[in-house]
């Protein structure tokens, strides 16, 4: 399996900072990778996908980059409504293996 | 609009059976694969298994193959995942989600486009 690693593990931010959450996969994924958003008690909900290709309806706040094994979710002015948990995932191969989450928090 | 809708809650004892499920509607059900996540508790999302409900081919993780199935009906456009007997470290939200998958400059990307709400499943003696 491919492992996704993603640092930090968690941060504390305030409202309008710039966030940068960054995830490696153990070997080139191209740009096989989705983030997605996850609050307690809600279903996950898909941010990114290819990479860098923001999904309908999220706002342009959120944008990705990176190819091969080092990519990155960056929240340009963070939002009340932006704390949460974030993960990435690599489609290249089945399993379709996750990072372990990052937690975004109020500072 | 496209939805998936998860059956709810559950408290079984260890060694019971459980079998979960997942509705779609909105979509062409048939032809979208549904795929399975756990969330142990306090814990991140792992990719259990997939199944396109068109022909129920199915494709399991190395870490849940054996451990449970999953099938789908798509006269009713539902997924299912089931356990025969089931265990105390089973306990967890599971999430099912279907795939989507779109052309961007020549290659095609999977994702998770749509999600259930999750179902919890406490497994407690």
């Known amino acids: 399996d491919i492992q996704m690693t993603q640092s930090p593990s968690s941060l504390s931010a305030s409202v309008g900072d710039r966030v940068t959450i960054t995830c490696r996969a153990s070997q080139s994924i191209s740009s096989y990778l989705n983030w997605y958003q996850h609050k307690p008690g809600r279903a996950p909900k898909l941010l990114i996908y290819a990479a860098s290709s923001l999904q309908s309806g999220v706002p342009s706040r959120f944008s990705g980059s990176g190819s091969g094994t080092d990519f990155t979710l960056t929240i340009s002015s963070l939002q009340p409504e932006d704390f949460a948990t974030y993960y990435c995932?690599?489609?290249?191969?089945?399993?379709?293996?996750f990072g372990q989450g990052t937690k975004v928090e109020i500072k | 609009e496209v939805q998936l809708v998860q059956s709810g809650a559950e408290v079984k004892k260890p060694g019971e059976s459980l079998k979960i499920s997942c509705k779609g509607s909105g979509y062409s059900f048939a032809n979208y694969w549904i795929g399975w996540v756990r969330q142990m508790p306090g814990k991140g999302l792992e990719w259990m298994g997939i199944?396109?409900?068109?022909?129920?081919?199915?494709r399991y993780s190395p870490s849940f193959q054996g451990q449970v199935t999953i099938s789908a009906d798509k006269s009713i456009s539902t997924a299912y995942l089931q356990w025969s007997s089931l265990k105390a470290s089973d306990t967890a939200m599971y999430y099912c989600?279907?795939?989507?998958?779109?052309?961007?400059?020549?290659?095609?990307?999977?994702?998770?486009?749509?999600w259930g709400k999750g179902t919890t499943v406490t497994v407690s003696s």
């Open positions: 995932q690599q489609s290249y191969s089945t399993p379709p293996t």
């Open positions: 989600a279907r795939r989507a998958r779109t052309g961007v400059g020549g290659t095609y990307y999977n994702y998770m486009d749509v």
């Open positions: 199944i396109y409900p068109g022909d129920s081919d199915t």
